[in-house]
């Protein structure tokens, strides 16, 4: 995108759809207001996207990878240990921040309440993603049982940005010293 111009109304659309959804959710957001603070006629959306709930799932894909990638380590930590408990650490800086509202992935599944929504496929499929991250580094670290580690890892995740929305407070450590006990008990120095 050149500097200066205007994003394309499907962008302006989709950025405007991913901030609004995470921040008033998914069914508290109607398509006037969604519309309105994208500056895009609601026939233009429609003409964009079929319905809602395509836009819904495609703003979450769209978003996604960002989100996900925000949470990953860069490739100077090598042990497996410091690489998922990094993931812990940012969690825990973002959930002390007040814009932070939990997991967009999470918020959108729990929103909307039907497990054949397309945009909850799209949160299952991040959500899987970051399990298997954290099952390939288990893996690497040697673990009996990855797979379940990555899973015990995602539920602490999950359960750590669901506290820090219910209570509107930090995390205080807790993810991290949560996540920190899993890799002892697997084994993982």
């Given at each position: 995108m050149a500097?200066?111009?205007?994003p394309a109304p499907r962008d302006r659309l989709l950025a405007t759809a991913a901030d609004l959804f995470y921040r008033e959710g998914v069914t508290a957001t109607g398509v006037e207001?969604?519309?309105?603070?994208a500056g895009v006629s609601k026939r233009s959306m429609y003409q964009l996207f079929a319905t809602k709930d395509a836009l819904v799932a495609e703003a979450l894909a769209t978003s996604g990878p960002v989100t996900h990638a925000s949470f990953l380590p860069d490739d100077t930590e090598t042990r497996p240990r410091e690489r998922i408990l990094h993931v812990f650490r940012v969690l825990e800086d973002l959930a002390g921040q007040p814009e932070?509202?939990?997991?967009?992935?999470?918020n959108t599944a729990s929103d909307l309440r039907d497990h054949?929504?397309?945009a909850t496929?799209?949160?299952?499929?991040f959500k899987q993603?970051?399990?298997?991250?954290?099952?390939?580094?288990a893996r690497t670290a040697g673990v009996a049982d990855?797979?379940?580690?990555?899973?015990q890892l995602t539920v602490v995740f999950d359960g750590s940005a669901a506290r820090n929305v219910v209570y509107g407070t930090g995390l205080e450590g807790l993810s991290v010293t949560t996540a920190a006990a899993l890799l002892d008990a697997a084994g993982v120095a």
């Open positions: 500097t200066g111009k205007t207001r969604l519309c309105s603070v932070f509202a939990g997991c967009p992935f999470v054949t929504h397309p496929a799209v949160a299952r499929d993603r970051l399990t298997d991250w954290f099952a390939d580094e990855p797979d379940l580690l990555g899973r």
